[in-house]
T-cell receptor, first 117, second 112 residues
Framework: GESVGLHLPTLSVQEGDNSIINCAYS??????FIWYKQESGKGPQFIID?????DKRQGQRVTVLLNKTVKHLSLQIAATQPGDSAVYFC????????????????FGSGTQLTVLP | ETGVTQSPTHLIKTRGQQVTLRCSSQ?????VSWYQQALGQGPQFIFQ???????GRGNFPPRFSGLQFPNYSSELNVNALELDDSALYLC???????????FGPGTRLTVT
């Protein structure tokens, strides 16, 4: 089964409100996570990453929180804007079982964020 | 934009046919990974190429194969197409040893 998963397939927020997108993972050895944004017709776009030696990381309007105790991470978007409407994925970046030195991304199923006017 | 380009943008194939998808990596990147994204799902890792050799593979059958060229561009080949192969195929380039992968816009493959 998948090692990362998102809690809600859809999320609607009012423009200007804060958004919180959640993600759970199952492998306690996971040490590196990335949040991606995917707009319609485009490939995933890097938003922010976090390693297991941190529990919080901030970017421009975004914050990622990592709770290793319950194997949960979240993406917080401050003052959500219409341009934030997209599908958001959390992904584990790890070396595969049979992948030698390759690091591969394992994605959850995504949350569709819709920003309401 | 990431600088990763893919061609073609869309194509339609018939079950049993073969298809080749192409990817040009971002300038300076020497590693290319391919992902399959079914409708409504997250991308799934197919394989990665580094120094023109397969450097890791996900849970995909041998009819999915690839190539990497000296200029680091790459091809994904799929033989004996099945209806379930209909998906968005994404390539991502990176520098070996660095963790961030930059995705192209994808190729939408429809198998009828």
């Amino acid at each position: 089964g998948e090692s990362v998963g998102l809690h809600l397939p859809t999320l609607s927020v009012q423009e200007g409100d804060n958004s919180i997108i959640n993600c759970a993972y199952s492998n306690s050895a996971s040490d590196y996570f990335i949040w991606y944004k995917q707009e319609s017709g485009k490939g995933p776009q890097f938003i922010i990453d976090i390693r297991s030696n941190m529990d919080k990381r901030q970017g421009q309007r975004v914050t990622v929180l990592l709770n290793k105790t319950v194997k949960h991470l979240s993406l917080q978007i401050a003052a959500t804007q219409p341009g934030d409407s997209a599908v958001y994925f959390c992904a584990e970046n790890r070396r595969g079982i049979s992948s030698g030195s390759a690091r591969q991304l394992t994605f959850g199923s995504g949350t569709q964020l819709t920003v309401l006017p | 934009e990431t600088g990763v380009t893919q061609s073609p943008t869309h194509l339609i194939k018939t079950r049993g046919q073969q298809v080749t998808l192409r990817c040009s990596s971002q300038s300076g990147h020497n590693t290319v990974s391919w992902y399959q994204q079914a409708l409504g799902q997250g991308p799934q890792f197919i394989f990665q190429y580094y120094r023109e050799e397969e450097n890791g593979r996900g849970n995909f059958p041998p009819r999915f194969s690839g190539l990497q060229f000296p200029n680091y561009s790459s091809e994904l080949n799929v033989n004996a197409l099945e209806l379930d192969d209909s998906a968005l195929y994404l390539c991502a380039s990176s520098l070996v040893g660095l963790d961030e992968q930059y995705f192209g816009p994808g190729t939408r493959l429809t198998v009828t």
